[in-house]
């Protein structure tokens, strides 16, 4: 029984210590905050902007949603990615 207790006893304290590891290792991640995000945040309605200013064409948006329009497909929303 001794030995089953300081088992237990040793893996209590591995446990407790890895606890606390890992929140020393996330602190910094809550701490630090990204820039350009959170400089901005929308209070009464979200910045808008044409496609022509984010180098895109209104043209080619205007033919893709006409494409899905005819298509009749259920689309809720269009993510584009530049990259």
Known sequence: MAVSATWRESLK???F???QLL????IPFFLISP????????KEQWRTAT???????SEVL???MDLLWQKNLQIDSILINPW
């Open 35 to 42: 820039g350009s995000a959170a400089d901005y945040w929308p």
């Open 17 to 19: 210590i890895g606890f």
């Open 62 to 64: 205007s033919d893709m």
């Open 13 to 15: 304290n591995f446990f």
């Open 23 to 26: 929140i020393l290792i996330l």
């Open 51 to 57: 496609p022509e200013s984010q180098g895109m064409s």
